[in-house]
């Protein structure tokens, strides 16, 4: 009994501790003032951490990113990075961002 009672309090403990974190997916698109598509590097900094995609035909996908306000560079494979444009995540689900280049 006392074997039986040890396990379930022990399941019980990882139940009540273990939280389910639902971060962000978000999916990239940079596109030239042409609206064609420019490869380069997406960085996202913030509270969350430091993430990056690298863009192919001009998006890239970004997982695991906890919500919160964000800084979003991106630097093309040839010529200067965009200034840094302020964005917020959300805590969960899917999440658009859209980069106009230089």
């Known amino acids: ?7 379930l309090v022990c399941a019980l403990g990882l139940m ?3 939280q389910v974190k639902a971060d962000a997916v978000v999916h990239v698109k940079v596109r ?4 064609k598509p420019v490869d380069g590097r997406v ?3 913030g ?6 995609c690298t863009t192919s035909q001009g998006s890239c996908t970004m997982r695991s990113v906890p919500g919160g306000r964000y800084l979003a560079v991106f630097k093309p494979n040839s010529g200067s ?3 840094p444009k302020k964005v917020m995540i959300p805590p969960d ?9 230089k």
């Open 47 to 52: 509270d969350g951490g430091t993430f990056t």
């Open 81 to 83: 990075a965009t200034a």
């Open 1 to 7: 009994m006392k074997r039986v009672t040890a396990i």
């Open 93 to 101: 689900g899917k999440a658009d961002l859209h980069i106009a280049a």
């Open 32 to 35: 030239s003032a042409d609206n």
């Open 43 to 45: 960085e996202l900094s």
């Open 16 to 18: 009540v501790t273990t």
